[in-house]
């Protein structure tokens, strides 16, 4: 146990260092940034002292081993938009991010289980019907566009609920749902087919042999192996949703990490974007990590 | 003996699966008793239908495709073909249990022994958790599990396959039926695994006097601990008597074909017999008789009629032309009979 | 050369198969209502674009702004018109190309990268896997999505651009299948008797292991081509990817956003377009794969 949690650390450290490295450079070798932050007429010393303040008139190697060193102390530099703290800003907006994303999860989780569940046992009928009907249309649906229509029902057409903007419960509802339809059908449809598989086993004609009501067996003995599988895809759906939420944050004008990114992106705020980046490495990897301990946990058939 | 009430009585059963053409009957015809503490033996080859009686008896045929499309079932008197599935569900691991052939895919691999045993204790009876767990320790102990306070605590993949059947074995027994389903129950275990497993099953019918239902495939199995035997071919039975009748004097061609290609472990011969070609599938059965197309002595009439059930005394029953038009043949030689008073006397 | 012909025959039985199965897979089309439905959408989306000159209406960036925001079927433009008064439908005709250009190209590309990626990985192992596997892990730890947005704020707008940046981002999927099955084929009899005739390594690897990956990467790439027409538009839509005039629908949509309140139909209609093509490429997907990969798909 102890050596796969050590194992999967320094593996961890090795993605993220190189994840960062491979931003780094890119990001530096797409050009510089002082002529984009600078007007085009400020006087040449203007831009020797950007440069040398923000460390660009060192050569790139010199400029990587100082971010490296800088990283690891959590020191991204100053946001060349704002003055501030760039690993400040991100952890600023983290928050609002895991919300919406860890509400996107409960929901899609809490609504599609239920679907793919029913419509397994009740293969072929029309409920199952209309619920393969609702997963394969769920999954063409890109979400920035269900965003902008559910703006333009809820927010334009009927006034009940807000565009955007973040604060209150009432303003997570759109954005909510529109990050949470893809994986609704995504996790719809796979417990559905885990399903229909576990309830072939012959360990079901067991339960079956022994008298055990329809119900129990479906959400117990056949729902918890469904669920091994399921649990994965679940967690490592966390990973896709905080890629997702940057698309539904610009939509929605949702305060979070997402639309910093962009904001910073379009301004070549690049200590922002690197911090920003860090931090979606780090919980990604780390989402993993925690797939990989929950599977052992929940899976009694392995022993680490 | 007429005003007894035999524990299963199965009446002219028919099974039948749909497909996307017309349904498709698996079992034809079927009738056969069983009484109190009886053991009976259906045997067959795979594809015979064997399995599929035994599931419509427990009411666990494929759904939706299998059904039984005529004929009764009576358990103790009482029609239970047809049953609604709540009904259906009071007798399933209570009066009738049923184990299964792959003791290593029947268990829940995610639940541990102790709450799978549970399961049928919680349907059937009113006991407390701590009378459940009393019960199930008993139990395993009865079926020769050792240490079965730290077992009901494990998963069944820490286990062995002769350990699982045990377990199935003891999860049938948990609520005490009046009848035991035992579908091919060694056929995946070893040698001597399967031996310890059919000892265990003859002590259950002795000591509770539990009704067995034996399906296999193996005729040495059957020899074994079975009181009668039903021989199964293309979902018809064939030949039903008793377990000594059978090997003393089989009359149908496939009884004795399948007698002959038993193994023998006294003596050895130097090939084993076998029944040329395979059981038919139920949308190719040949006309007359569906054993006709591998039978050495079928007739002209054989494969234009369907052979009549001929009884030939004490409970004994064969469907066969040749037996139909008064014997004048013995078509059993005389040196394969030997052969099986040996397997029987081993 | 006797034992070579082996592998040959292998081969050459394979080729002979697969033009049967071509032709029993159509037949099999023609029989399911959802594929047929899905092939149907995508021959019509490949139809409309090849031919957009033709079919579209009105000239596509041709500005009129005394015909702006005309509600659809006003003024002889079925789906109304847009800020600029250019015709939707003219544009959404003209928008096919891009969705297509993307979900044939990139697709291939990356497809061609991955494979080429995964067949090394897999065939020579060693450093060499580990170094290129080691890759694949850093681009996955990242949102799909984020990554095509990142390279593409780098490298800068436009359809290249952000066809490069699709390809850079995607052919890692390729990399990880095409691995794990040249690990599996490698071990194969006919692989083995190669190596034991001395056939050349670039023999093996062409003559008999490439076209044993036949359908994973049809499966895959299948799947690929909606991501990806998807990914395009979400990136338009940012504002990183394909600019204005050009039309696609991901800017369209962007562009219409601003006018939510008062002219419904930009958004509606290109994102419309995108959902139907989606649909139909996801449909025909999963016939493919249940055809194709029956074990793997019996309930999906």
């Known amino acids: 146990m102890l050596d796969f949690i050590i194992k999967r650390v320094i593996q961890t450290v090795i993605v993220i260092f190189l994840a960062l490295t491979v931003v780094f450079f890119l990001i530096r070798l797409s050009g510089d940034p002082t002529v984009l932050m600078l007007p085009p007429d400020a006087p040449p010393e203007q831009y020797e002292e950007f440069r040398k303040q923000h460390g660009f008139d060192q050569p790139l190697h010199i400029q990587y081993v100082d971010f490296i060193k800088n990283s690891v102390k959590g020191d991204f530099g100053d946001s060349i938009r704002m003055g501030t703290s760039a690993l400040g800003l991100v952890v600023e907006r983290i928050p609002a991010t895991f919300q919406l994303a860890l509400t996107a999860l409960t929901l899609s989780v809490v609504i599609a289980i239920p679907i793919g569940v029913i419509s397994a046992y009740k293969r072929n009928s029309l409920t199952d019907r209309l619920g393969v009907g609702f997963t394969i249309l769920g999954q063409a649906i890109p979400n920035f566009w269900l965003g902008l229509m559910l703006i333009y029902v809820f927010s334009v057409s009927f006034k009940m609920l807000p565009a955007g903007g973040g604060g209150s419960m009432i303003h997570l509802i759109l954005p909510t749902v529109t990050l949470a339809m893809h994986s609704v059908a995504k996790f719809a449809r796979f417990t559905r087919s885990t399903m229909l598989d576990v309830l072939r086993k012959d360990y079901i004609r067991t339960a079956k042999a022994s008298g055990t009501p329809t119900n129990k067996i479906l959400m117990k003995y056949a729902l918890k192996n469904a669920l091994i599988p399921l649990l994965t895809l679940i967690s490592l759906e966390l990973g896709t949703l905080l890629g997702g939420a940057v698309i539904v944050e610009v939509v929605f004008s949702w305060p979070g990490l997402g639309r910093l990114l962009m904001d910073s992106l379009l301004n070549r705020d690049f200590p922002v974007v690197l911090a920003g980046v860090f931090f979606i490495a780090l919980i990604y990897t780390f989402i993993n990590f925690v797939t990989d301990m929950l599977y052992a946990v929940v899976n009694p058939q392995i022993r680490l | 003996m007429s005003t007894k009430q035999p524990l299963l009585e199965i009446r002219n059963l028919d099974v039948s699966f749909r497909t996307q053409n017309d349904p498709l009957r698996i079992v034809h015809g079927l009738s056969l008793t069983l009484e109190q503490g009886e053991t009976i033996g259906i045997v067959g080859e795979s594809g015979s239908g064997k399995s599929v009686t035994s599931l419509a008896v427990m009411g666990l045929l494929p759904q939706p495709t299998g059904f039984i499309s005529n004929g009764e079932i009576l358990l103790d008197g009482r029609k239970i073909s047809g049953l609604k599935e709540k009904e259906m569900r009071k007798l399933r691991g209570n009066e009738i249990s049923m184990i299964f052939q792959e003791p290593m895919t029947s268990l829940n691999p995610v639940f541990t022994i102790g709450d799978q045993l549970s399961e049928p204790l919680k349907q059937h009876t009113k006991l407390s958790k701590k009378e459940r767990k009393a019960r199930i320790i008993e139990i395993l102990k009865t079926v020769g599990i050792p240490r079965p306070e730290q077992i009901i605590h494990e998963y069944p993949h820490q286990l062995s396959g002769g350990m699982r059947q045990r377990i199935m074995i003891s999860l049938a027994m948990l609520a005490e039926p009046k009848l035991l389903i035992a579908d091919e129950p060694t056929t995946a275990l070893d040698v001597t695994i399967q031996a310890q497993i059919l000892d265990l099953i003859r002590r259950i019918n002795k000591k509770k006097n539990t009704s067995v239902m034996l399906i296999t495939h193996d005729l040495g199995v059957v020899a074994e601990i079975c009181d009668k035997v039903a021989v199964m071919y293309a979902g018809e039975i064939v030949e039903y008597t008793d377990v000594r009748t059978l090997f003393d004097k089989p009359l149908h061609p496939y009884t004795q074909g399948l007698i002959a290609s038993m193994p023998n472990m006294n003596e050895r011969k130097g090939e084993l017999h076998s029944i040329p070609g395979n059981v038919p599938r139920p949308t190719e059965l040949p006309t007359g008789c569906h054993f006709s197309t591998r039978c050495t002595f079928a007739m002209d009439r054989c494969h234009k009629e369907a052979p009549p059930t001929i009884s030939s005394g004490n409970n004994h029953t064969v469907s066969c032309w040749l037996h139909a038009i008064e014997q004048k043949e013995e078509p059993l030689e005389m040196e394969e009979e030997n052969n099986v008073r040996h397997a029987i006397t081993s | ?300």
């Open chain 3, 1 to 300: 050369m006797s034992q070579v012909s082996v592998g040959d025959k292998v081969y050459v039985a394979k080729v002979k198969k697969k033009e049967r199965k071509i032709v029993s897979l159509t037949k099999r089309l023609v029989k399911s209502p959802f594929g047929l439905m899905g092939f149907l959408v995508i021959l019509g989306v490949c139809i409309v674009g090849i031919f957009a000159p033709v079919i579209a209406p009105f000239n596509p960036v041709e500005t009129d702004l005394t015909k702006k925001l005309l509600a659809p079927m006003t003024g002889g433009h079925l789906l109304g018109t847009d800020q600029l008064g250019r015709d939707i439908l003219s544009r959404i005709i003209y928008g096919t190309r891009i969705s297509l250009i993307i979900g044939i190209t990139t697709v291939f590309f990356a497809g061609l990268v991955g494979t080429t990626v995964g067949v090394l990985a897999g065939y020579f192992r060693g450093w060499l896997d580990v170094v290129l596997m080691r890759i694949v892990d850093v681009q996955l730890s990242f949102p799909f999505i984020l990554l095509v947005l990142i390279i593409n704020a780098v490298l800068g707008t436009g359809l290249k651009n952000i066809m490069i940046s699709l390809i850079v981002v995607g052919w890692v999927s390729y990399a990880r299948v095409i691995r794990s099955e040249v690990l599996a084929i490698r071990e194969k009899e006919f692989i083995h008797s190669c190596f034991a005739t001395g056939v050349p390594r670039w023999e093996i690897i062409v003559k008999h292991i490439v076209p044993n990956l036949f359908t994973p990467l049809i499966v895959l790439a299948s799947l690929q081509v909606s991501t990806f027409i998807i990914a395009e538009a979400s990136v338009s839509f940012l504002g990183f990817g394909v600019q204005p005039p050009t039309p696609a629908w991901g800017n369209m949509l962007n562009e219409g956003k601003n006018f939510i309140l008062s002219s419904w139909w930009l958004i509606t209609f290109p994102g419309l377009a995108l959902v139907i093509t989606t649909l139909g490429i996801n449909l025909f997907g999963d016939w493919l794969r249940d055809e194709l990969d029956p074990e793997m798909n019996q309930n999906r």
